[in-house]
């Protein structure tokens, strides 16, 4: 298998030898469906390529050219302008909710495909419009802190901090150990502007009655005490964590963790592939994050459906055929099953995908499953375009170019002119 750009040709031809009745060699040409995929999943790109080869194993007529994009690439952005060019891939990903309503045109109808009966009702409910099904949960996660157990017992932390005073506690135990608390790579906008700033979101009473008082002018960011906690937890990660945080990135900051330089790091357990990659059976978990002093109620991870494979609903019958052929492939074989949960290290989303030995991190997202202690995902949920916008402000405030009260004032201005379009 190579991996490819998108908007390849639609069929290969490979030539093989035959012999004719005269015992010469005569070429023949074989067909083969060449199906483009967009994979937003850095994390696991190895091993993607991977199960693409026992596919093809399996269904020697099909050519599947994968390409990943994702990390600190914007992967959304490049996907417009190749539909606009008409050359968008066959399979690719979509968030659900605003950013669904935002690509239908582009999603093909998969209500009739076998995997939903398997499919837990939550997960279906991004992707579901007008009583139809447009996408394919692609797994459960979670995310908050994830701290290493044994720099914490050096520190002599016992316990892992449910309030914003008991986290400043313990950056203080960790660096009076000259060990640094936080591995930060702010020079993500992702990391800052949708997954910090969504617990925020997630604390609110009502998240999607927040939401929406957002968009008709009953509520606002200013003010908003979740908003002004979540504010204080990222003053006091630039505090406690690793120098010139704006110019760390993604993969930088995983392995400044996954090397033991850092004791904790935001982020979910996507990253539990690369970990393993580099520091194989790190002594780690998960704690949540916490915007205030009131410990009940930081006491939950947020957890949701991270993505949704699609079917490009432009492309050729044949190939929409066989892209939904390869989808229910994935989530119903036995090879696919197994690379969900052994390779990619996935929560799967289908009750009939069994995780026999979780990993450290999916093992504490199960739990608080388990335990009913969630918060929820929204930034699909947002005015179309307006988290990108979010990510670069909080970088300028890091970079004290604002204050608080601007930064939320900054939000408010995005939120308006985004929620008017």
């Given amino acids: 298998m190579k991996i490819m750009l998108t908007g390849m ?62 990390g600190g690439a914007d992967d959304r952005a490049m996907l417009m302008t190749q539909f ?11 968030g659900g909710y605003e950013e669904a309503k935002l690509w239908k045109e582009y999603l093909e109808d998969l209500s009739d495909q076998p995997w939903i009966r398997n499919a837990y009702n939550y997960a279906l409910e991004p992707m579901e419009m007008d009583g139809k099904i447009y996408g394919m949960p692609m797994n459960v996660e979670g995310y908050g802190f994830i701290y290493n ?14 309030t914003l005073s008991e986290l400043k506690d313990v950056s203080e135990k960790l660096r009076a150990m000259n060990i640094t608390p936080f591995s930060i790579g702010y020079a993500e906008k992702w990391i800052l502007g949708v997954i910090m700033l969504n617990i925020a979101f997630a604390q609110q009473d009502n998240p999607d009655a927040f939401i929406k008082g957002l968009t008709d002018g009953t509520q606002k960011f200013e003010g908003n005490e979740p908003f002004t906690g979540l504010l204080q937890l990222l003053d006091l ?18 392995t400044g963790f996954a090397t033991g330089k850092t004791a904790m790091i935001q982020q979910g357990n996507w990253v539990q ?62 090879q696919g099953k197994r690379f969900m949960t052994e390779q990619f290290k996935f929560i799967p989303a289908f009750s009939n995908i069994e995780i026999k030995n979780p990993d450290p991190l999916a093992a504490d997202i199960i739990k608080y499953v388990k335990i009913g202690k969630t918060l929820s995902w929204n930034w699909f949920k947002y005015p179309a375009g307006v988290s990108d916008e979010f990510g670069p402000a909080m970088q300028a405030y890091i970079n004290k170019q604002m204050n608080r009260d601007e930064l939320l004032q900054e939000f408010q201005k995005s939120w308006n002119r985004y929620s008017e379009k």
């Fill in 9 to 70: 040709m639609v069929v290969s031809l490979a030539a093989c030898g035959e012999k004719n009745e005269e015992g010469q060699t005569s070429q023949t040409k074989v067909h083969k469906i060449v199906l483009s995929v967009l994979n937003p999943k850095v994390e696991i790109a190895t091993q993607f390529e991977q199960l693409v080869k026992e596919y093809e194993k399996e269904y020697p007529d099909v050519d599947i050219q994968i390409r990943t994009v994702g």
């Fill in 84 to 94: 606009a060019a008409g050359k968008g891939p066959d399979i690719y990903t979509n």
């Fill in 149 to 162: 157990k044994d720099l914490f017992a050096k520190a002599g932390i016992r316990e892992t901090p449910r």
């Fill in 237 to 254: 990660t630039v505090q406690y964590g690793s120098k010139n945080p704006l110019t760390i990135d993604y993969n930088t900051a995983v």
């Fill in 273 to 334: 592939p690369m970990l393993d990659k580099i520091s194989p059976n790190m002594n780690i978990g998960f704690f949540p994050m916490p915007i205030s002093d009131n410990a009940a109620k930081n006491d939950a991870l947020a957890i949701g459906i991270p993505n949704n494979w699609v079917v490009n609903e432009k492309t050729t019958d044949v190939k929409k055929a066989e892209a939904k052929k390869f989808l229910n492939w994935m989530v119903s074989s036995e």
